[in-house]
C-alpha cells in the first residue's frame, strides 16, 4: 500500500516553482501539501543541501493515487523526470 506521499522531480527549477504554487490545491478530497525536498532532506545541515534539487515533496496524497494521475496533475508545470511514491514498511 502506499504511504500518501511522493516525491516529483521536474527537469528545470521553472517547473519546480510552478510546482510549489500548488501547495494546498485538493487531490482525490484531500489537501495536498508541496515542499521544496532540498529543504527537507535530513540529517544534513542546510549548507550540504543541494539547493539546486528540482525535487518537490508531496504529501497529504491519497492512498488511492497513482503515478498516473500525479503526472497529470502537474504535467502543466513542466516536463517531470522522475515520480516515486513510497510504499508502506509494513
Known sequence: MLRGKAFVKFNSEAGL????ALNGTEL???????EHAAKLSEPKPMSERDPESTTVFVGGISYYTNE???GTVFADCGTIKDI???LNED
Not at 516553482?17 to 510549489?20: F, N, R
Open 17 to 20: 516553482v510552478k510546482c510549489l
Open 28 to 34: 482525490d478530497g484531500r489537501r495536498l501539501r508541496i
Open 68 to 70: 498516473e494521475t500525479l
Open 84 to 86: 516515486r511514491m513510497p
